[in-house]
């Protein structure tokens, strides 16, 4: 694959997968994503070599569980992620992690295709916002995420740009509410 | 439904980020499952996640060169796993309680701890304890201190401190500077879903004298 690619092809690639098990979809999502979980690991502590395992078994996860993801409701990166911290759990504290309750009224078969691509984009516009957060205050925030931090050493009120993307995620929990009813 | 005693940012992003005690992660989970607003944002939370990871390329990240044959040559032998239909509450407890109200089938064992207020102790990793609660309608509950943090979701019932009424879905969040006396409201039992990453110190003689032996 080369060049740049938008988000929602990622969405599409997904659904491809869900639907017709596609093996050339996949591959093109192993090659963007795998390398990013890795990273995500290893800047998480993991080891190399533990890290690529963990890669492989996050992206062996999206191939089973494709038909969970809702592009309206979350970017492929973000629900990548969502799989790979829960990996990073698995292999690095052996607890539990208890999951909210799935809303019984998604993902759609045939997601609102306006809806997933302002989603991908809105996500976008996220990491483009967090680049240009103060040093120190994004560093923090990867200390977070990266698990050097724990919820007391994270301040209560994040100051984190995120009202847009939860209006985005509001709306779409209510669209699926309402076709559901 | 809209709760208006809700997580603060913190727990919400060590949720999203993974870091959090086992014990702390249930009552998230729980109370996200009654709220739609604390979904929303921890949706947010995951999506900075998202972003991160989608930064997340660095030098030593570069796959070994077989690592896209090797994952193709394994897809082989991976079932798609089937949609199944979510789970539902089971009663008064969301999916993620009822897993650990209901180990292998087991009903809650509760202990009295005085003045009729009864708990049970879920299993969790030994960074921080949870337990249910049960507290008679218009019953207070032991007035207690904190050394840590305690979390107190309201799974059935009411309570009141102070000013503030605490409905199903809403969390109290409690701290060192906090001292105070959950009273449940008149009417109907209280059950709570409590947790805390450290022994709570109850203020009267008797309570405290029991605390090593009730673990809490």
Redesign the interface.
């Given at each position: 694959m080369s060049g740049q690619h938008d988000e929602t092809d990622w969405a599409v690639l997904v659904l491809r997968v869900?639907d017709h098990?596609d093996?050339a979809a996949?591959?093109a999502l192993?090659?963007h994503?795998?390398?990013?979980?890795?990273?995500?690991l290893?800047?998480s502590g993991a080891g190399?070599t533990l890290?690529?395992e963990c890669?492989?078994d996050v992206?062996?996860t999206l191939?089973?569980?494709?038909?969970?993801f809702d592009p309206t409701?979350?970017?492929v990166?973000?629900?990548?992620?969502?799989i790979?911290?829960?990996r990073?759990?698995d292999a690095l504290?052996k607890?539990?992690?208890?999951?909210?309750?799935?809303?019984?009224w998604g993902p759609e078969p045939e997601p609102d295709q306006a809806e997933a691509l302002e989603m991908q984009q809105e996500?976008k516009r996220?990491?483009h916002a967090?680049?240009q957060l103060p040093e120190k205050q994004r560093a923090l925030?990867?200390r977070?995420?990266y698990?050097d931090?724990?919820?007391?050493e994270?301040?209560?009120?994040?100051g984190?740009p995120?009202g847009t993307?939860?209006s985005r995620?509001?709306l779409a929990?209510e669209r699926l509410r309402h076709n559901m009813s | 439904m809209m709760t208006r005693h809700s997580l603060p940012d913190n727990l919400l992003m060590g949720y999203a980020a993974g870091t959090l005690p086992e014990a702390f992660n249930l009552v998230v989970a729980t109370h996200v499952s009654l709220s739609d607003d604390a979904r929303v944002r921890l949706a947010a939370f995951d999506a900075v996640g998202g972003a991160m990871l989608d930064d997340a390329l660095n030098d030593g990240a570069a796959l070994a060169d077989d690592s896209l044959d090797q994952m193709m040559a394994r897809l082989d032998g991976l079932p798609q796993a089937n949609a199944r239909a979510p789970e539902g509450p089971d009663g008064i407890f969301p999916a993620p309680l009822a897993d650990y109200v209901h180990v292998s089938g087991r009903s809650i064992r509760w202990r009295s701890i005085g003045a009729g207020v009864k708990q049970a102790i879920l299993r969790t990793d030994g960074r921080a304890s949870v337990r249910l609660l049960h507290i008679p309608a218009g019953q207070a509950v032991p007035d207690h201190g904190h050394r840590g943090l305690e979390l107190t979701l309201v799974l059935q019932g009411a309570f009141f401190d102070g000013n503030n009424r605490y409905g199903r879905g809403d969390i109290e969040v409690a701290n060192q500077e906090t001292e105070h006396t959950p009273i449940a409201e008149a009417g109907m039992d209280c059950i709570c879903l409590a947790a805390t990453d450290a022994p709570l110190r109850f203020n009267s003689l008797i309570p405290r004298l029991a605390q090593p032996f009730l673990r809490i």
């Open positions: 869900r098990q093996r996949f591959a192993f090659r994503f795998a390398p990013r979980v890795k990273g995500f290893m800047k190399a890290a690529e890669a492989q992206m062996a191939w089973q569980k494709a038909h969970l409701r979350a970017s990166a973000t629900w990548v992620f969502t790979a911290r829960n990073r759990i504290r607890s539990r992690r208890p999951e909210p309750e799935d809303l019984p996500t996220l990491g967090l680049a925030i990867e977070a995420y698990g931090l724990s919820h007391s994270i301040a209560e009120e994040t984190l995120l993307i939860k995620i509001r929990l | -």
